[in-house]
């Protein structure tokens, strides 16, 4: 295990930062209630305050504590990605798979449906979502889980045909296991690898996605500590008070950073195309 | 003949003009000598999209805004002086000695922007509608019911005011912006104002085009009734939603003037004087009230003493503060700035309940009262429309609703949406809304957010004793009389404490003028004085 983690970070030093930049959002989201400072809707303090000792972020337009909202930030944002990304990937890879490996009209239906989704425009179908859902955290994960699902289902579904075509699966038919039991006992196991990179490299996206929605105000209500919204917020005193754009700002981009670089990494692990295998 | 105003009012106003005067007439003493020069279109701005154009229908300032210059009124307030009413489709009128009739002689040879001919038809049809007790104005209407009994036509250019009794403010409301006159045939054309099509007035400019969401604009009414006016060829309103977008206008010179809700904040001012050295900014009040509705008709709020909990936990101080960057009046219900002493003195309505600081007391009482009737908190959905800095306004009042234990979550809408929702009394607690004064004058804000058929009483609350306090007030023409009889209503609306327009302050904020714009004064409300007819543009 730990030669293992050595050649890791030996072989995939990106992908390593990458790890120790989710593991800290991780911590952040996890300890939020212990990390910050204040409660990240207290309009306690003094509007404006820039940063130093004591508001090591500044404070915000309501005289709210940055800090505490960029640390709650986090748990809003990671528990949107992770969510939104695992029910998302999950169901759109179960479509993939089960209608790939079943074919016919299944397949073709299905696929046509897939397609009518991944035509519209991500962050439109989100909007026009979150008009219709209105606006709350559950709803921008609803609205995620319906752009991510079309993705996965295509996605999955092609990995599925390859395996679909292994002897294994043949072998299996030949012994007379059915159909349920091939899909989830031999099918989907052997598309896992592919699953997990999507859900890596998707929690990314779901963070910017929420964070796009938040800052045009469709996303998650004004006052949770969204970083999205708290960018809103700083462009109306972007020049009077730039911190309340600069660390939201950077909190979403390592965040994002951290993630892509720990998907990519993961990706290149599990592709054999890819030289980058642990073993 | 003309209808002054008290010296206090004029002075407050005077003191605005002056602000607002003073940095162009330093620059450029020889502007006064300046020849108005013709052409050129003024540009500015609508905060919002007013979806509906009904003057007499709909109370958002756009509305107004959007028409003004289309639309003449019997009187208005005079562009070169806005303390003084003067006539405007009215060349004069007369007053009976009982002072309850007041007779109108119009202008002759008036014509309507479609070339029909103007009459006092026209102007028993628009009043005659706004008075229908069935018919929902809650502006022109909701000012004049309680004083008009009717209105008839004498001749083609006559008409005749009867009121119930001798109102001091009927000549102010009269000339109101919102009490305009519209066309007899275009009314039984269309049925409403509503339409684009259906902008036909007698006023300096013509309706040419609104694209929703995006621009209305005027053309120049070359037939307007008084020859030479207006100067410029027309005005565009950008439909400008939110402050970056309405800033960002400004600094990029794509609007001549900002002098409309919702103000500038003290850094967005700031902000304009460092792009922009070719206008004046000036701060002034805006004869705006900052409210906070609750729905009395619905749980939780139908229970006095939850709405007596709201109006305690409040903390006007900070809201004004930090939502207005201390540009405003906390707590007043009258602003003395406005309306001199018919306000309480301040330093009475510093010691209200709701309004002493410091907070610990209000808060306790009010946290007593939460838990009485919900031992666990209480929780409740808080509406709010977005527009202005409205969400900022609301989350301050989440976090101070919090401190008593009502955990509220926001509910967002449009602006046009949020009116619609409001109006057919679809929300909990309003956070945010601010109301205007039609007329700058004492008995303006009961009629607007107070007494039971208030233009804007949300919360459809009903006291009766509010409404014989404001009523004998509207009567009254004693001017000691009737400034005590405000102060008793003051009194017992902050003492009692559990009404449904909960008054968090009047808003102050910045404004700009370009420098190029000449003869531009602003108005006493926010709705007078824009209809640009002297306005003109320098080279």
Same mark, same amino acid.
């Given at each position: 295990?730990?030669?293992?983690?050595?050649? #890791?970070?030996?072989?995939?030093?990106?992908? %390593?930062?990458?790890?120790?930049?989710?593991?800290?959002?991780?911590?952040?989201?996890?300890?939020?209630?212990?990390?910050?400072?204040?409660?990240? $809707?207290?309009?306690?303090?003094?509007?404006?305050?820039?940063?130093?000792?004591?508001?090591?972020?500044?404070?915000?337009?309501?005289?709210?504590?940055?800090?505490?909202?960029?640390?709650?930030?986090?748990?809003?944002?990671?528990?949107?990605? !992770?969510?939104?990304?695992?029910?998302?990937?999950?169901?759109?890879?179960?479509?993939?798979?089960v209608t790939g490996y079943l074919g016919g009209a299944a397949d073709a239906g299905s696929q046509r449906v897939v397609d009518s989704l991944m035509a519209l425009p991500p962050i439109i179908l989100a909007l026009s979502l979150m008009a219709a859902l209105g606006q709350? !955290?559950?709803? !921008?994960?609803?609205?995620?889980?319906?752009?991510?699902?079309?993705?996965?289902?295509?996605?999955?579904?092609?990995? %599925?045909?390859?395996?679909?075509?292994?002897? #294994?699966?043949?072998?299996?038919?030949?012994?007379?296991? @059915?159909?349920?039991?091939?899909?989830?006992?031999?099918?989907?196991?052997?598309?896992?690898?592919?699953?997990?990179?999507?859900?890596?490299?998707?929690?990314?996206?779901?963070?910017? !996605?929420?964070?796009?929605?938040?800052?045009?105000?469709a996303g998650a209500p004004p006052d949770e500590p969204s970083w999205g919204g708290m960018l809103t917020a700083g462009i109306q005193a972007l020049e009077t008070a730039p911190w309340m754009v600069f660390f939201p700002g950077l909190a979403i981009s390592?965040?994002?950073?951290?993630?892509?670089?720990?998907?990519?990494?993961?990706?290149?692990?599990?592709?054999?195309?890819?030289?980058?295998?642990?073993? | 003949?003309?209808?002054?105003? @008290?010296?206090?009012?004029?002075?407050?106003?005077? %003191?605005?003009?002056? &602000?607002?005067?003073?940095?162009?007439?330093?620059?450029?003493?020889?502007?006064?000598?300046?020849?108005?020069?013709?052409?050129?279109?003024?540009?500015?701005?609508?905060?919002?999209?007013?979806?509906?154009?009904?003057?007499?229908?709909?109370?958002?300032?756009?509305?107004?805004?959007?028409?003004?210059?289309?639309?003449?009124?019997?009187?208005?307030?005079?562009?070169?002086?806005?303390?003084?009413?003067?006539?405007?489709?009215?060349?004069?009128?007369?007053? @009976?000695?009982?002072?309850?009739?007041?007779?109108?002689?119009?202008?002759?040879?008036?014509?309507?922007?479609?070339?029909?001919?103007?009459?006092?038809?026209?102007?028993?049809?628009?009043? *005659?509608?706004?008075?229908?007790?069935?018919?929902?104005?809650?502006?022109?209407?909701?000012?004049?019911?309680?004083?008009?009994? =009717?209105?008839?036509?004498?001749?083609?250019?006559?008409?005749?005011?009867?009121?119930?009794?001798?109102?001091?403010? #009927?000549?102010?409301?009269?000339?109101?912006?919102?009490?305009?006159?519209?066309?007899?045939?275009?009314?039984?054309?269309?049925?409403?104002?509503?339409?684009?099509?259906?902008?036909?007035?007698?006023?300096?400019? $013509?309706?040419?085009?609104?694209?929703?969401?995006?621009?209305?604009?005027?053309?120049?009414?070359?037939?307007?009734?008084?020859?030479?006016? /207006?100067?410029?060829?027309?005005?565009?309103?950008?439909?400008?939603?939110?402050?970056?977008?309405?800033?960002?206008?400004?600094?990029?010179?794509?609007?001549?003037?900002?002098?409309?809700?919702?103000?500038?904040?003290?850094? +967005?001012?700031?902000?304009?004087?460092?792009?922009?050295?070719?206008?004046?900014?000036?701060?002034?009040?805006?004869?705006?009230?900052?409210?906070?509705?609750?729905?009395?008709?619905?749980?939780?709020?139908?229970?006095?003493?939850?709405?007596?909990?709201?109006? &305690?936990?409040?903390?006007?101080?900070?809201?004004?503060?930090?939502?207005?960057?201390?540009?405003?009046?906390?707590?007043?219900?009258?602003?003395?700035?406005?309306?001199?002493?018919?306000?309480?003195?301040?330093?009475?309505?510093? $010691?209200?309940?709701?309004?002493?600081? /410091?907070?610990?007391?209000?808060?306790?009482?009010?946290?007593?009262?939460?838990?009485?009737?919900?031992?666990?908190?209480?929780?409740?959905?808080?509406?709010?429309? +977005?527009?202005?800095?409205?969400?900022?306004?609301?989350?301050?009042? &989440? %976090?101070?609703?919090?401190?008593?234990?009502?955990?509220?979550?926001?509910?967002?809408?449009? =602006?046009?949406?949020?009116?619609?929702?409001?109006?057919?009394?679809? #929300?909990?607690?309003?956070?945010?809304?601010?109301?205007?004064?039609?007329?700058?004058?004492?008995?303006?804000?009961?009629?607007?957010?107070?007494?039971?058929?208030?233009?804007?009483?949300?919360? +459809?609350?009903? *006291?009766?004793?509010?409404?014989?306090?404001?009523?004998?007030?509207?009567?009254?023409?004693?001017?000691?009389?009737?400034?005590?009889?405000?102060?008793?209503?003051?009194?017992?609306?902050?003492?009692?404490?559990?009404?449904?327009?909960?008054?968090?302050?009047?808003?102050?904020?910045?404004?700009?003028?370009?420098?190029?714009?000449?003869?531009?004064?602003?108005?006493?409300?926010?709705?007078?004085?824009?209809?640009?007819? $002297?306005?003109?543009?320098?080279?």
């Amino acid at each position: 295990m730990k030669a293992a983690f050595t050649r #890791f970070v030996v072989r995939q030093p990106l992908g %390593a930062a990458g790890a120790v930049v989710v593991l800290v959002l991780i911590a952040v989201a996890l300890f939020a209630p212990i990390l910050a400072p204040h409660g990240p $809707k207290d309009a306690a303090f003094a509007p404006y305050v820039a940063p130093g000792r004591e508001f090591p972020m500044g404070t915000d337009q309501l005289g709210r504590d940055l800090l505490s909202r960029v640390i709650w930030g986090a748990r809003l944002s990671l528990y949107v990605g !992770v969510v939104s990304v695992v029910f998302g990937i999950t169901l759109g890879s179960v479509w993939g798979a089960v209608t790939g490996y079943l074919g016919g009209a299944a397949d073709a239906g299905s696929q046509r449906v897939v397609d009518s989704l991944m035509a519209l425009p991500p962050i439109i179908l989100a909007l026009s979502l979150m008009a219709a859902l209105g606006q709350s !955290v559950d709803n !921008v994960i609803l609205a995620l889980v319906i752009l991510l699902t079309p993705t996965a289902a295509r996605t999955i579904r092609s990995v %599925a045909l390859g395996v679909a075509a292994n002897p #294994f699966i043949e072998a299996a038919q030949a012994t007379g296991a @059915s159909q349920t039991r091939i899909i989830f006992r031999h099918l989907i196991p052997n598309c896992m690898a592919s699953y997990i990179v999507l859900v890596t490299t998707n929690i990314s996206y779901a963070i910017v !996605v929420e964070a796009s929605l938040s800052f045009i105000g469709a996303g998650a209500p004004p006052d949770e500590p969204s970083w999205g919204g708290m960018l809103t917020a700083g462009i109306q005193a972007l020049e009077t008070a730039p911190w309340m754009v600069f660390f939201p700002g950077l909190a979403i981009s390592l965040a994002v950073f951290g993630l892509n670089l720990l998907g990519d990494s993961i990706r290149d692990l599990t592709d054999p195309r890819l030289r980058g295998g642990l073993g | 003949m003309t209808m002054r105003l @008290s010296r206090r009012t004029r002075r407050a106003a005077l %003191a605005v003009a002056v &602000l607002f005067t003073l940095g162009s007439l330093m620059a450029a003493p020889a502007a006064a000598q300046e020849k108005p020069r013709p052409g050129g279109t003024l540009t500015w701005f609508d905060y919002g999209d007013p979806g509906r154009l009904d003057v007499h229908a709909e109370s958002p300032l756009v509305v107004q805004q959007a028409t003004a210059g289309v639309y003449s009124g019997l009187l208005h307030y005079d562009p070169d002086e806005p303390s003084k009413v003067v006539g405007d489709l009215a060349e004069r009128w007369t007053v @009976s000695p009982d002072g309850k009739t007041y007779t109108f002689h119009l202008r002759k040879n008036v014509k309507w922007h479609d070339g029909q001919p103007f009459s006092s038809a026209d102007v028993k049809a628009s009043f *005659d509608r706004v008075l229908n007790p069935d018919f929902k104005s809650p502006k022109c209407g909701a000012s004049l019911k309680p004083m008009v009994a =009717s209105v008839e036509a004498v001749d083609a250019n006559t008409v005749e005011f009867k009121l119930k009794f001798a109102a001091a403010p #009927f000549l102010p409301s009269i000339a109101s912006a919102w009490c305009r006159v519209a066309a007899k045939h275009i009314l039984t054309k269309y049925g409403d104002l509503n339409s684009a099509e259906a902008q036909i007035g007698t006023g300096p400019f $013509k309706f040419k085009k609104y694209e929703r969401g995006s621009v209305i604009e005027w053309e120049k009414n070359p037939n307007y009734f008084i020859p030479g006016l /207006p100067y410029v060829d027309g005005v565009k309103q950008y439909i400008l939603v939110g402050g970056p977008t309405q800033l960002a206008a400004a600094k990029a010179s794509k609007i001549m003037l900002w002098d409309a809700w919702p103000p500038m904040r003290k850094t +967005q001012a700031d902000e304009l004087a460092r792009a922009r050295t070719d206008v004046d900014i000036y701060q002034a009040p805006i004869n705006t009230m900052f409210f906070i509705f609750l729905n009395s008709k619905k749980p939780p709020f139908d229970n006095a003493d939850l709405r007596r909990a709201v109006n &305690l936990a409040v903390d006007r101080q900070d809201l004004v503060g930090k939502a207005l960057e201390g540009a405003g009046v906390p707590c007043a219900i009258l602003d003395p700035k406005l309306v001199g002493d018919f306000a309480l003195p301040p330093d009475e309505v510093a $010691k209200a309940p709701g309004c002493r600081q /410091p907070k610990e007391q209000d808060l306790a009482e009010a946290k007593k009262l939460v838990e009485k009737h919900h031992p666990n908190g209480l929780d409740i959905e808080v509406a709010v429309r +977005q527009v202005g800095n409205y969400v900022d306004r609301a989350q301050l009042l &989440l %976090a101070q609703l919090r401190k008593v234990g009502i955990r509220g979550t926001l509910k967002t809408h449009e =602006s046009a949406a949020g009116y619609a929702a409001f109006g057919k009394g679809d #929300f909990t607690i309003i956070a945010t809304q601010d109301r205007a004064m039609d007329v700058n004058e004492p008995s303006g804000i009961f009629h607007v957010a107070y007494t039971t058929q208030a233009g804007s009483n949300y919360g +459809q609350y009903s *006291d009766p004793k509010v409404d014989d306090l404001a009523d004998r007030a509207l009567r009254e023409s004693n001017r000691d009389k009737r400034k005590q009889l405000y102060w008793e209503l003051q009194r017992y609306l902050l003492a009692k404490g559990d009404h449904a327009s909960v008054a968090v302050g009047w808003v102050e904020g910045w404004f700009f003028k370009d420098q190029k714009l000449r003869n531009y004064k602003p108005g006493l409300t926010t709705y007078d004085n824009n209809t640009f007819m $002297k306005v003109w543009i320098a080279q």
